[in-house]
């Protein structure tokens, strides 16, 4: 039997999803959102940090705990960046 994990919103009520990339505001840790499994039969996202050895299913955390700050997924097209003219 799979267990799934609950999903989680962030602190402007966006649903956090795989690849968010999360910011802590209280501890100001970064986390990204991977998909994990383990051997109790638990499925489902996580968020990691493996540089800093942070490690968690993401339902741990209280909705409102993160606030997303963007995703790994996107990427950048070309053109300007942001702050250029």
Avoid: C, Q
Avoid at 3 to 8: H, L, M, T
Avoid at 48 to 53: L, R, S, Y
Avoid at 57 to 64: A, C, R
Wanted: charged share 25%; proline share 6%; glycine share 10%.
């Amino acid at each position: 039997m799979t267990k799934e994990i609950e999903p989680r919103f962030d602190n402007t009520g966006r649903l956090i999803k795989l690849h968010d990339v999360l910011f802590e505001p209280d501890t100001h840790e970064i986390y990204l959102v991977v998909e994990g499994s383990n051997k109790s039969g638990f499925k489902g996202l996580a968020a990691v940090n493996d540089i800093a050895g942070l490690h968690d299913w993401l339902d741990v955390f209280p909705d409102g705990t993160f606030h997303i700050i963007g995703n790994a997924e996107t990427a950048y097209t070309g053109g300007p960046y942001p702050d250029e003219k």
